[in-house]
Every structure is written in structure tokens, then in C-alpha cells.
């Protein structure tokens, strides 16, 4: 089953309380389909556990993938391969199988990173 991946946009966006990705994500749960995301992404919007309650309760049911040292120099071929720079993005698109959905604020460079990588998704900008 698809998976739904998402980067450091996508959970401020959550965060905030974005309607539409709180109501994708749910569809996905209901669905079966995974929620995933990085850790890369979580260390990257992490910030005050207290005032983040929306972000807590949701990344709960999230698949969180570690940045290991397999899984960073990965990303540093991909970013070659790519020629972006992100680090971050360049974890979410290792986390990506063929037909999953990636939820971006970075739409341009997550496409870029997909054709490096030879994998293709779909990417929907939030």
C-alpha cells in the first residue's frame, strides 16, 4: 500500500492545523496506507514539545525513519546526483517507494531528487 511521506513542510503544516493535510492524512490512516516521515524532518521543526501538542499527538502514529550512517551517505550521492543541496529532502525521497504521496513546501527540489533517484511518486505542494 502507498505511503504518505512527509517533509518538514508538511508537518508545520500539521503543526498549524492545516486543514486539507490533516484531512489527507487522515484518509490515508483510514485507508491503511503509512504516514512516514524522517527523522532529519522532525529534528528540523522540533522545537517546543510544550507549545507542539498538535505535532506530538500526530507524529505519533508516524512511522519516523532514522538518518543512520548508511541512510546519510545515501543522501549525500543523491544530492550529487540531484544537484540540490537540502540534506532534509534529500532523507524524505530515501524514504519513498514507487506510487507513495510526498507532502512538500519544496515541490521543484523533491522532484528533482525523485528523477535522481529513478523513483517515482507524486508530490503535492502544501
Same mark, same amino acid.
Given at each position: ?12 503544516a500539521l503543526e498549524r492545523g492545516d486543514r486539507a493535510i490533516a484531512a489527507l492524512l487522515a484518509t490515508a490512516v483510514k485507508s491503511g496506507a503509512e504516514a512516514v516521515t524522517s527523522t532529519a ?22 512511522? %519516523? *525513519?532514522? $538518518? &543512520? @550512517? =548508511?541512510?546519510? /551517505? ?36 523533491? %522532484? *528533482?531528487? $525523485? &528523477? @535522481? =533517484?529513478?523513483? /517515482? ?6
Open positions: 500500500m502507498a505511503a504518505l511521506v512527509f517533509d518538514s513542510g508538511a508537518l508545520i524532518c522532525v529534528a528540523q521543526v522540533w522545537r517546543n514539545p510544550a507549545r507542539q501538542t498538535r505535532l506530538a499527538r500526530a507524529l505519533a502514529g508516524f512511522l %519516523e *525513519r532514522d $538518518l &543512520d @550512517a =548508511a541512510r546519510a /551517505r545515501d543522501c549525500g550521492t543523491l544530492l550529487a546526483g540531484s544537484g540540490t543541496r537540502d540534506i532534509v529532502d534529500a532523507a524524505v525521497v530515501l524514504l519513498v517507494d514507487h506510487g507513495d504521496t510526498i507532502l512538500t513546501s519544496d515541490p521543484h527540489d523533491i %522532484e *528533482r531528487l $525523485l &528523477d @535522481a =533517484a529513478g523513483t /517515482r511518486a507524486r508530490i503535492r505542494a502544501v
